[in-house]
């Protein structure tokens, strides 16, 4: 068993309401242990068997009897901490310089394309976003209701499917797999 966290997409921010007891006894009945839920945004820490793509697919699955198509991002504590160090605004987060709710990782299922990461090309927002192996990152001037990066957005133009959490979300959920 290794300690994890899945993220789900657009749970409780995206049309899918979802009661995080449900969520934490079907993560229970595809094989999980010691799972309890962080921020009732489909964020679900626990201990799952070591194959994190069968254990993936299986909470898909289970999710999508009762919810239709939800994705699901697996990642263990250290992929977190990886994120987080790949972070560019991570560190201005930390000095208090910028504001952790503006600062957003896009966890995606895949890398994507060299030829797609080179071809994504900013506004002229003074939002800024970078792309670091299987994360987007995204920092905001403003809310995320004013800026055109959404998650769909990445979606798109990367041709991945991920979901998106902010820098304060991270780090509770880098501290719960621990």
């Known amino acids: 068993m290794t300690d994890v966290v899945a993220l789900l997409r657009s749970v409780n921010v995206g049309g899918n309401r979802m009661k995080m007891d449900w969520l934490r006894a079907v993560a229970t009945d595809v094989g999980c242990s010691d799972v309890r839920t962080v921020v009732a945004t489909g964020n679900v820490v626990m201990s799952a068997p070591d194959d994190l793509e069968a254990t993936g697919r299986a909470l898909e699955?289970?999710?999508?009897?009762?919810?239709?198509?939800?994705?699901?991002?697996?990642?263990t504590h250290d992929a977190l901490r990886r994120a987080v160090d790949d972070n560019p605004w991570a560190e201005r987060v930390s000095r208090g310089e910028l504001e952790g709710r503006a600062v957003h990782?896009?966890?995606?299922?895949?890398?994507?394309?060299?030829?797609?990461?080179?071809?994504?090309?900013?506004?002229?927002?003074?939002?800024?976003?970078?792309?670091?192996?299987?994360?987007?990152?995204?920092?905001?001037?403003?809310?995320?209701?004013d800026t055109r990066y959404t998650g769909a957005w990445f979606e798109r133009h990367l041709g991945v499917v991920g979901t998106m959490r902010n820098h304060n979300t991270v780090l509770k959920l880098l501290d719960a797999t621990a």
Not at 61 to 75: D, K, P, S, T, Y
Not at 106 to 134: H, I, K, N, W, Y
């Open 105 to 145: 990782t896009m966890f995606c299922a895949q890398a994507a394309s060299t030829e797609r990461v080179r071809a994504l090309t900013p506004d002229d927002s003074e939002d800024e976003f970078a792309v670091v192996g299987d994360h987007a990152y995204l920092q905001l001037s403003g809310s995320m209701v």
């Open 61 to 75: 699955q289970a999710l999508a009897e009762r919810f239709g198509v939800i994705a699901v991002v697996m990642r």
